[in-house]
């Protein structure tokens, strides 16, 4: 039989698992445009110490849902205006958070991140009985640790 030949049915056999293998890998990856992949619902329930019931991808926010409300992650880019004046807002009126990406300030319910051209924000104002800054901080740390 020829060389060439059990090369190739060797590399053709194993081309979808490796094709699979890949898109799979590809999938668990953190990506801006699934911002739930950056803090999986089992991280952000032990993070916050409240049970998650679902997640769900809402363009640039993560919703997680909880039974007294919902907790939600920004991922946003620091050059659009908007994700500036939310940044903005929470440097001027909140106090500053140590630790947490280049600069961090939590007013609230509220933290704001900035990590080079990003800004993350940890929102819990929709919860009933929000966690404190340091669970806050918690997720915005898992977060930014997933930002390449």
Do not use: H
Not at 25 to 54: K, M, Q, W
Not at 112 to 128: Q, T
């Amino acid at each position: 039989m020829n060389k060439s030949f059990i090369l190739f049915a060797v590399l053709a056999s194993a081309t979808p698992a490796f094709v699979q293998a890949a898109a799979a890998e590809a999938r668990a990856a953190p990506s801006p445009d699934r911002p739930c992949s950056f803090a999986t619902t089992s991280e952000v329930s032990s993070l916050i110490g409240a049970g998650i019931t679902s997640a769900a991808d809402e363009r640039f926010r993560c919703k997680y849902q909880l039974a007294d409300g919902w907790l939600e992650t920004k991922l946003m880019d620091y050059g659009l205006k908007a994700s500036r004046d939310i940044y903005d807002y929470n440097k001027a009126r909140g106090k500053p958070i140590a630790g947490v990406g280049d600069q961090a300030y939590v007013l609230g319910a509220t933290l704001a991140v900035k990590l080079g051209d990003v800004v993350i924000v940890v929102d819990a104002s929709n919860m009933r009985r929000p966690p404190g800054d340091a669970k806050l901080a918690a997720v915005a740390r898992k977060i930014v640790s997933r930002i390449p």
